[in-house]
């Protein structure tokens, strides 16, 4: 499917790749095009997304900019005219004639279109299909999962893994299914008990036996240097889970909501020297200067309400201003809302498809409006595991990104078009359960526009358009 | 929650000796031309509005509050809540399946915690009604969403109107004589209380159970119908509008109700909305449908919205309009379904609803769009009293 | 009914038959049109049926004088009678899980009779399926009539295979292939030793100096190599890859399918697919995958509802139209559900499934499932006289199945010769 308007003309200066350009070249066209019983090298994949606002996720906002993915990790972004070998923007070349895949995602069609990069939700269930190792169990074709990427989330925590949504591409019968590509990060969250006084003491224990053990570990390091004999010390009794948090290997993940929790949660993280991530955190805002200091990181619901406990003489309770004053204290915010499944039951607005109007109440209580977009994009890849290929839109990153309609935070803003691993895999326009709201002009349910041509000064409509050529070139 | 305790600490209120004028980037009016100010201002006097419209020169004496930035509009009206009793208690008695004598006012607590957090979230009005369980639970209360007050401060109409059960909830066969689990039966039973109400009237018999239900059958007080899905719909309409003229609302019409939303905009059927605003699995056209959109755009007379709180919280009211209006309704009417509909499709638009000479000063200040999550509420008066003050008492919502 | 007489048998192959055989054994139909299923429709076509089967079949063929002939008019149509390749008709539903392939349904059988309504309902095979999850065994294909091991038409005719979309099945189908290549290795290295220990007894045997040692050598060097004996899967997996058996494979969704073909891998072997139309299918996903091109699917004659609407689809249409073999069987294994069957399919032609593909797909295509399609499932000469005769078009829901001839004999239907 090529969304192409045939009066973009985009000049051909070269973006370096210049690589791929003779094997692309070489390509025989016709013959390997229809059935092909052998198993035939994967084609390249080319996306290219234009003639929308990018927001990087990094700050930076390219108005009109251009992106283009090969085989599922953004190449380029920028203003340049990017040269993808053998397309030529003068005309549609078949795609049988193409030695390569491409997918053009004109986004002009979008009134206030906008590029963000595709959502990355902390917790989520029923968005994959199965259960336990998703490589074997995901069901590509769930509608759950199409949901979820028509609202926007290209990436998600479930269980104890990280997996992308990765629906099966439509119309992609030729290209076996990237099982391979599903989970993307393992288990990156220790689950740290905080309840009661006997689990904060065993936690204690776990903490000092392995900080005993690092200890031994370091200077048994330094020892043997001299005496190759020396033994290494024993980790007979040192609990894994707290070396692997020790060590920096895993995060460690506790649920509190009250402050003296919390609070404590912030000194034994300080004492020992690690970040803890909190889920929950509801009174955090009490205690946000400790929090921060800890360097904790929050997993919160904005909307969540609990009365303060009326014995208590302190500020308590939820707060709207939650997730701001934290943030203000530098504790980095995911958010996710309070229900963590798709839910078609009609109480709309609560569920995990309305990420963006969960981060909206956070920004009511205060929050930028970065660090909003921040909480379902870069800080909930770090949680996971997978800030280096998700969250942002960067250079050498995987091309996971959605096309909206105007402010992702706004109520009435709808995802267009979602990219996973560079393959368009969603478009409102293509499934029924958006499709019939506010269609697109070139939707099939658009509603007819009486075209009077007496109403078309031409000679004004010519002038606008030189005047955005030359800006164009002028870029 | 943040301490409550704060949140009078500095109330700007118009005493009668001065007035209080409100000076605003734009004013909403909610009236029936749809005016909007732009800036604007609104004079509140003795707990009205006593001028709304462009800005001009306030009498000497008053106080201005320049607010530039900020929108203005009326407080919004829900008629579906269950909040009074400050929880789901005491909401439905479940003994008999109709109770045309019951009241929910003794169990309103005035300004309780769920009340204040719907007042700081722009929400003025409330009718506070019994449950669902029964075909006819009895009478709702109307009351203001003041953060301090007396039970008579509060209440504007003890009896405020009637709710009947017609669908889904009551099949449950909630009520020693509780055989109504079926459409028919739910019909006969509600048809047998209204002719026994008819027949009091009509033959001068004075009956105390009866008194209000008999106002009811008269147009005197108006009744809320819960009832659902397109069936259910137009079967409550029948009986209410076309059986019986009374001054019906139907509430919620979730589900596939919609699709009856022709037929009832044909009789002239008011829909008051909500708690559910979509529909996939009843409608089954494969879309998520925006079942309020489908009714506003159907033409259904004073189409308003619901939050049933606690189903969903009531300050969260807002965003029923805002959902109702991602899902293909229109921004403005959305606003018009959260506050003057409501009151008109029940009667009390003589006092609130809109931003108009003569009613209740009900005025609530945003910094934004009101149907956007991120927009703040500033201020809140109820009565010309200002309730709620987001600077003075931290923002709780 | 009348009867032709006068005409002469001409042709050669029958010439050699003894007029006295004929008497007993040969006798013709004659039909307005014969469904062969195999090559097409013949009008006004003549059967010869000798014993339990057919021996010649074609348009206005002559009969020879003392031949029986059964002529019903107007306008009977004869098909082949129906198969049906899954069912558990008559069989407990409880089976093992995990894999047991080694397992036969044909070790299940008892010498009660199927319903005779099965029977008198048109069908005359049917396709005993192994119960239980994963790989729980082999099916049998089984005549609706006889008892015991008189009614096998063939056994070991595929293996049935659950396929979800989880690590556990996947696993134990792997697994089938891993037990099959330990078992290779192992024989590669036994054949190797074998190799090793013969040229030390060819050394033996030449060894001049202890004759006694050189002639037990030599009679060591007469036996010939034994195979090892496989595990019961090995087995299984290894005649699987060497198309001795072939692969039933029980799905229920989209995503199913495209883990079967993950775990499939390289493999190169014979499989069908058994899919139950649910009433939101979302098996029309996969419908245009290369893979289902000429494969079997067996599945109910039942509509499903596009996900979420009231849009009724076909997938046996579609399925069809994408060019998979559709092999029907009954809703259910009751009487009921065969007595409807031909009723169901009717359904799905009227709503546009090609009624030549129907008829194919409650015959042939169920009898090519079971290997049997040398048979049964098409008239053809050669095969068992298994043919039901209509008076009118078999799908339209005024005809009556009015005759059922198996192996030759009238089940039903009131026949005068």
């Known amino acids: 499917m090529i969304r192409f308007q045939a009066r973009l003309v985009l000049a051909l200066v070269a973006l370096a790749l210049a690589p791929a350009l003779p094997a692309l070249g070489a390509a025989a066209p016709s013959d390997d095009a229809g059935a092909a019983p052998e198993k035939e090298e994967p084609k390249d994949r080319y996306l290219v997304v234009v003639g929308a606002d990018i927001h990087t996720g990094k700050g930076e906002v390219l108005r009109d900019g251009r992106l283009l993915a090969k085989n599922g990790k953004i190449v380029a972004i920028g203003y340049d005219d990017f040269e993808v070998p053998g397309l030529d923007y003068d005309r549609e070349v078949p795609a049988e004639e193409r030695g390569y895949e491409l997918e053009i995602i004109d986004a002009s069609n979008v009134p206030n279109g906008r590029v963000y990069p595709g959502m990355v939700a902390f917790s989520t269930s029923g968005l994959l299909g199965g259960g336990g190792d998703y490589r074997d ?118 649920s509190a909501d009250y402050q003296d929790d919390l609070s404590g949660i912030a000194k034994i993280a300080m004492e020992y020297g690690f970040r803890p991530v909190i889920s929950g955190c509801r009174e955090g805002w009490v205690v946000a200067d400790e929090l921060g200091r800890a360097g904790a990181m929050a997993v919160l619901t904005p909307r969540t309400r609990r009365a303060k406990d009326e014995q208590l003489m302190a500020a308590g309770g939820s707060s709207i201003e939650n997730a701001a004053i934290l943030h203000s204290h530098g504790v980095q915010i995911a958010i996710i809302p309070g229900s963590r499944g798709i839910d078609l039951g009609g109480i709309a607005g609560r569920d995990i498809m309305h990420l963006p109007i969960e981060v909206g109440f956070a920004i009511r209580g205060g929050l930028p409006e970065d660090a909003g977009l921040a909480s379902v994009t870069t800080v909930p890849a770090r949680l996971l595991g997978v800030s280096h290929r998700v969250g942002t839109l960067e250079v050498g990153k995987d091309c996971d990104l959605i096309v909206t309609d105007g402010d992702l935070l706004h109520y009435q803003t709808f995802v267009q078009y979602t990219v996973v691993d560079g393959d368009l895999v969603y478009d409102k326009q293509d499934e029924l359960y958006f499709a019939h709201i506010r269609p697109r002009d070139d939707s099939l349910l658009a509603p007819l526009v009486p075209f009077d041509p007496a109403e078309v000064p031409i000679e004004e409509e010519e002038s606008e358009g030189d005047s955005e050529e030359e800006e164009a070139e002028e870029e | 929650m943040v301490a409550l305790a704060g949140l009078l600490c500095a109330v700007i209120s118009a005493s009668p000796a001065e007035g209080l004028a409100i000076q605003c980037a734009k004013i909403l009016t909610m009236n029936a031309e749809d005016a909007v100010h732009a800036p604007g201002m609104v004079w509140i006097e003795d707990g009205a509005i006593s001028y709304v419209g462009g800005v001009r020169d306030v009498p000497a004496g008053w106080t201005l509050l320049e607010e530039d930035e900020m929108w203005a509009m009326p407080g919004m009206v829900d008629l579906h809540t269950h909040i009074h009793s400050g929880g789901f208690a005491d909401t439905n008695d479940m003994v008999h399946s109709v109770n045309p004598e019951l009241r929910a006012h003794p169990a309103l607590r005035p300004a309780n915690r769920l009340v204040k957090l719907a007042c700081s979230s722009g929400v003025t009005c409330l009718l506070g009604i019994p449950g669902s369980g029964t075909n006819m639970s009895g009478f709702g209360v109307l009351y203001k969403t003041k953060t301090s007050g007396s039970f008579e401060e509060v209440v504007w109409k003890r009896v405020g109107g009637l709710k009947v059960a017609q669908d889904s909830n009551p099949a449950r066969r909630a009520g020693t004589e509780g055989w109504g689990n079926c459409r028919a039966s739910m019909g006969w039973t509600l048809e047998d ?138 921004p403005y009417r959305m606003l018009r379904a959260l506050t003057i509909h409501p009151a008109e499709s029940f009667g009390l638009a003589e006092r609130v609803g809109s931003l108009e000479v003569g009613k209740d000063a009900d005025v609530v200040l945003y910094d934004g769009d009101p149907l956007d999550t991120r927009t703040r509420v500033i201020r809140v008066w109820i009565d010309g009293e200002m309730q709620f003050d987001r600077e003075a008492s931290q923002a709780f919502f | 009914m009348k009867k032709r007489t006068t005409h002469l048998l001409l042709f050669a192959g029958l010439m050699a038959l003894q007029p006295t055989a004929q008497a007993d054994d040969l006798f013709a139909v004659q039909v307005e049109r014969a469904e062969t299923v195999s090559h097409g429709t013949i009008e006004h076509a003549v059967i010869l049926i000798e014993g339990d089967k057919i021996v010649m079949i074609g348009e206005d063929l002559p009969i020879d004088i003392g031949i029986p002939v059964i002529d019903k008019d107007p306008g009977w149509v004869a098909t082949p009678a129906l198969v049906n390749p899954y069912s558990r008709m008559g069989l407990s539903s409880r089976g093992p899980s995990g894999l047991n392939p080694q397992r036969k349904v044909s070790g299940e059988l008892y010498t009660g009779d199927i319903s005779k309504s099965v029977l008198e309902a048109g069908v005359g095979t049917v396709g005993l399926y192994p119960a239980g999850t994963g790989i729980p065994g082999r099916a049998v294909a089984v005549r609706t009539w006889g008892s015991g091991d008189a009614r096998i038409l063939r056994d070991d005719v595929y293996m049935k295979a659950m396929m979800r979309s989880d690590s556990s099945s996947k696993k134990t189908w792997r697994k089938g292939f891993e037990e099959a290549d330990e078992h290779k290795e192992k024989e590669a290295k036994n054949r190797e030793k074998w190799e090793k220990d013969r040229e030390k007894l060819e050394k033996d045997a030449k060894d001049k100096d202890d004759a006694e040692k050189a002639n037990k050598a030599k009679e060591e060097l007469k036996k010939p190599y034994v195979p090892l004996t496989p595990k019961p899967a090995a087995a299984a997996f290894m005649s699987l890859r060497d198309g001795e058996l072939t692969a039933l494979i029980g799905i229920s969704k989209s995503s199913d399918y495209i883990h079967f073909l993950d775990a499939l891998g390289e493999e190169d072997v014979q499989w069908s697919l058994h899919v139950p139309i649910s009433r939101e299918s979302d098996l029309f996903h996969v419908k245009g995958q290369e893979t289902l091109k000429g494969r079997h699917v067996i599945m109910t004659p039942a509509f499903s509802y596009h996900p979420g609407t009231l849009r009724r689809r076909s997938m046996a249409a579609e399925f069809v139209e994408a060019g998979a073999h559709v092999a029907f069987v009954p809703t259910s294994d009751s009487t009921s559900a065969h007595e409807s069957w031909l009723r169901d399919v009717g359904q799905l032609v009227r709503a546009g499934l090609d009624p030549h593909a129907a008829l194919r797909g409650m015959t042939l295509s169920g009898a090519e499932v079971l290997r049997v399609e040398e048979h049964v499932g098409s008239l053809d000469e050669g095969k068992h006289a298994n043919i039901l005769f209509f008076d009118g078009d078999p799908f339209a829901a005024t005809t009556s199945l009015e005759a059922v001839l198996m192996e030759g004999d009238f089940i039903t239907g009131e026949v005068n010769r």
């Open chain 1, 137 to 254: 169990s995901i069901d590509m074709f769930n509608r759950n999962m199409l949901l979820g990427l028509a609202s926007g989330i290209t990436t998600t925590g479930q269980s104890s893994s990280t997996a992308k949504l990765k629906r099966y591409v439509p119309n992609s019968a030729a290209r076996d299914y990237d099982f391979d590509g599903v989970v993307i990060a393992g288990k990156t969250l220790s689950t740290v008990s905080w309840g009661s006084a006997a689990s904060k003491r065993s936690l204690r224990e776990k903490l000092s036996g392995a900080a005993a053990y690092l200890r031994a570990y370091r200077q048994w390091q330094i020892d043997v240097k001299k005496d190759k004999e020396l033994k290494e010390p024993s980790k007979s009794g040192v609990d894994s889970t707290m070396l692997s948090v020790l060590r920096g290997e895993t995060l460690a993940r506790f």
């Open chain 2, 193 to 330: 209380v209204a002719g026994k109400a008819l027949g009091a009237r009509r033959e001068g018999r004075k009956d105390p159970a009866l008194e209000s239900l008999e106002k009811v059958m008269h147009r005197e007080l108006p009744v809320l119908i819960h009832t659902a899905g397109s069936e259910g719909v137009v079967n409550t309409a029948r009986m209410w509008s076309r059986k019986y003229d009374t001054q019906c609302v139907i509430s919620h019409g979730s589900f596939d109700g919609w699709k009856a939303a022709s037929a009832i905009a044909e009789w002239g059927v008011p829909v008051n909305h909500g708690p559910r605003t979509m529909d996939y699995f009843s409608s089954r056209n494969g879309r998520l449908n925006g079942t309020g959109a489908e009714y506003d755009t159907a033409g259904v007379p004073l189409f308003s919205l619901n939050t049933d709180s606690s189903v969903i919280p009531q300050e969260e009211f807002f965003l029923q309009g805002a959902m109702t209006a991602r899902l293909g309704g229109d």
